[in-house]
């Protein structure tokens, strides 16, 4: 079974605080992709990455960034932490660019205090 | 752009109830159509793929559908574990684009 598996569940900051996200995928995919998910407004994409050291900016990048080192790990960065990024974040990978499934992990809870 | 339109928001079904849920898309040019099931606080869980008009497919109480422009979401006698938001998503044919998501439909299974 795929796995992508994110390294915080539940994370607390304050405002002004960089954050890490963290995001490994075990089936050598070469899209990884970050969403953010809040009520009503449903999954808004962050920034994807098509390979090592490559990204594309989705439609709400600004307060972001991300890192793509390795193939199997994708990072979101939140440079200087506000009340207004407390969300869930949700990554997800998938292999090419055809119709092939895209899979997700749990989630990451963030609350910005 | 590409665009995907649930409905209801919202459905709350008695036990064993049949009904449906809608995905109405507008793409370029259609790669796939996917349904997820996402249960409270965790990430959305894979249920189909479909590729092409006319297309179908079945997983115990769920027939997904699709047409030229939009796909349903057929649940046969619903149990109350069930109970999920389902999400609908596009991908189109052109280029590098990953997934366009609807807002979901928030099932409600009452036993």
């Known amino acids: 079974d795929v796995k992508v598996t994110q390294s915080s569940r539940y994370l607390v900051k304050r405002t002004g605080e960089k954050v890490f996200l963290e995001c490994v995928q075990d089936?050598?995919?070469?899209?990884m992709f970050w969403y953010r998910q809040d009520p009503g407004l449903g999954l808004r994409l962050i920034y994807f990455s098509y390979d090592v050291k490559m990204k594309e900016k989705g439609d709400i990048p600004e307060g972001y960034s991300v890192s793509r080192e390795k193939k199997e790990r994708f990072s979101l960065i939140l440079e200087s932490a506000s009340t207004n990024q407390t969300s869930m974040y949700l990554c997800a990978s998938t292999w090419g660019f055809s119709g092939n499934t895209i899979y997700f992990g749990e989630g990451s809870w963030l609350t910005v205090v | 752009e590409d665009q995907v339109t649930q409905s209801p928001e919202a459905l709350r079904l008695q036990e064993g109830e049949s009904s449906s849920l809608n995905c109405s898309y507008t793409?370029?040019?259609?790669?796939?159509l996917f349904w997820y099931r996402q249960d409270p606080g965790k990430g959305p869980e894979f249920l189909f793929t479909l590729y092409s008009a006319g297309e179908e497919k079945e997983k115990e109480r769920l027939k997904a559908t699709l047409t030229k422009k939009e796909s349903f979401l057929h649940i046969t006698a619903p149990k109350p574990e069930d109970s999920a938001t389902y999400l609908c998503a596009v991908r189109s044919n052109s280029g590098n684009t990953p997934l366009v998501f609807g807002k979901g439909t928030r099932l409600s299974v009452i036993a």
């Open positions: 089936m050598d995919h070469e899209n």
């Open positions: 793409v370029s040019g259609l790669r796939g």
